[in-house]
Structure formats: C-alpha cells, structure tokens
C-alpha cells in the first residue's frame, strides 16, 4: 500500500481546543512531513521533522517523532476556525513522496 | 517558496473526450515532476513520476495510455486524460521537486478538478 495510516480521519473541537493527529507509516526513513490542504484546495506545506529529531515547533504546531515505533504526531494547539482542514503526513519513499490517509479537522466557532 | 502552477483549475467535459492539464514550476526548473489524483475525502494517491526528457514512470494499476504524461522541459509537464469517463473525474494535483538543497523540496500545484459528465 502506498499510504501510511493516520488516526483520528476525523476530528471535530472547538475553538480553541488543541487538535492532535497521528500518523503512522511502515519504511525507514530520512525525514517526515506535514502539510494542510483546505476543502478543494492544493497542498500546504507544515513542517518537516527529520529521523534524528523528536520534536519541533513552528509556531502553533507541535510536531514529535518516533523512529521506533514508526509514527509522529501533530499537535495544533489554541486552534482557529481558519485551521478546518485536512492534515496529512508525507514520507519519502525512494523519490516518490507518499501520503498517509489524512485527518479531516473541523474546528467550529 | 517556489511556485508550482496548474492550468486549467477545473474543467468539465464530456465522456470519450480528452483533457490536457498543464503543471508549470515558475521560478525553478524541475527534472522530475509527480501527478497526484484524489478523490473526495481521500488521501492524494500517487499516479505517476514525470522526467524531464524521458518516460514517465506509471504507479501500479495506472493505465500509461489513458493518462500521457508528457515533460518536454525543465518547467512543464502535462497531463492527458483521454477518452475520459466518469470515473476520471478527481481532483489532480502536480507536484515539481526542486533539486538544489538538502531536501529536494517538492513543490504543489493548486489542483485541477476534473468533472466528465
């Protein structure tokens, strides 16, 4: 299968709330990505976190890092309405970057 | 960041016809671009690996006569869906991969959303 597996596919909070999505995949790999993509829209780059790092922060967003059990997750924190989207980890395999299934969040006002 | 364009951004056709979506990478050249297709509310399932100059690389169960890929330069590669049914109708998305740093960052177009009636 190309994709990884990302949990919760969807999540719905409240404003404010924090959001944490998981993502699981099954290669070795270099570095792991996040990107947003809004209802009908293109791909947003997140953050990139690679294999020898745990965590990173690029403002709101917390991304952590498990090689051993092969999985990350992100964490929004203080969410937005405007942070309604669908979340999706990337890994590189070989030269092709593959997508996990998403988390469709919803943050409601 | 670099800039990745998609043309046309949606296009409705009629069944058995052919459609041509354009990825163009603005302010970068790219040897290798990557076509994306995704259906509502999935993931972006890869399709197929375009290289400047050479053969595109087809994933499996992607059909290389219905969906020509074409790259005949360092910014353009193209997309031909053809003789489209209502099935092809998806969201395409293209992808260029810049070379230069230590990341080979990949660069995302807008999308094309096609509907075949």
């Known amino acids: 299968s190309q994709q990884g597996e990302e949990d919760p596919q969807a999540l719905s909070i409240q404003e404010g709330e924090n959001a944490t999505m998981n993502c699981s995949y099954k290669t070795s790999i270099n570095n792991l990505q996040w990107y947003r993509q809004n209802s009908g829209r293109g791909l947003v780059h997140l953050i990139l976190?690679?294999?020898?790092?745990r965590e990173k922060h690029s403002g709101r967003l917390r991304v952590t890092l498990d090689t051993s059990k092969k999985s990350s997750s992100l964490l929004i924190t203080a969410s937005r309405a405007a942070d309604t989207a669908s979340y999706f980890c990337a890994t590189r395999q070989g030269n092709k970057l593959v997508f996990g299934a998403g988390t469709i969040l919803r943050v409601k006002s | 960041g670099a800039v990745v364009s998609q043309h046309p951004s949606w296009v409705i056709c009629k069944s058995g016809t052919s459609v041509k979506i354009e990825c163009r990478s603005l302010d970068f050249q790219a040897t290798t671009m990557f076509w994306y297709r995704q259906f509502p509310k999935q993931s972006l399932m890869l399709m197929a690996t375009?290289?400047?100059?050479?053969?595109?690389?087809?994933e499996q169960g992607v059909e290389k006569d219905k969906f020509l890929i074409n790259h005949a330069s360092l910014t353009l590669s193209t997309l031909t869906v053809t003789s489209a049914h209502p099935e092809d109708s998806s969201f395409y998305i293209c992808?260029?991969?810049?070379?230069?740093?230590?990341?080979?960052?990949?660069?995302f177009g807008p999308g094309t959303r096609l509907t075949v009636l």
């Open positions: 992808s260029a991969r810049r070379t230069e740093g230590v990341y080979n960052e990949q660069f």
């Open positions: 375009s290289n400047e100059g050479s053969k595109a690389t087809y």
């Open positions: 976190i690679r294999s020898n790092e």
